[in-house]
C-alpha cells in the first residue's frame, strides 16, 4: 500500500491492527500518485508481478471485490 494523504507513521499501526499482509510505504512528494495517475482517495491499484497495472478502481473496494480482482488479473 502507498500511503499518500496522512502523517508518516500512521499507516503502519493501522496495517499492523489490521493484519495487513502487505508492506505499507509513505509518499512523501506524490510522485508515487502522480506515476499511477491517481487524482482521488482512495485509489486502488492493482499491479501485477510483472509491474504492469492490472486494475484501477476509485472509491471504497471491499475485501470480496479485491479478492475477485486479485484471481481475474493476476
Known amino acids: 500500500g ?30 508515487v500518485g502522480d506515476s499511477y495517475d491517481v487524482h482521488s482517495l482512495p485509489t486502488l491499484v492493482l499491479v501485477g508481478k510483472d509491474g504492469k497495472v492490472r486494475a484501477v478502481r476509485q472509491g471504497l473496494v471491499d475485501e470480496a471485490s479485491i479478492d475477485a480482482m486479485v484471481a481475474t488479473e493476476l
Do not use: C, Q
Open 2 to 31: 502507498v500511503n499518500t494523504n496522512d502523517k508518516p507513521g500512521l499507516a503502519g499501526p493501522f496495517a499492523a491492527r489490521k493484519k495487513l499482509s502487505f508492506p505499507i510505504v509513505f509518499d512523501a512528494d506524490g510522485g
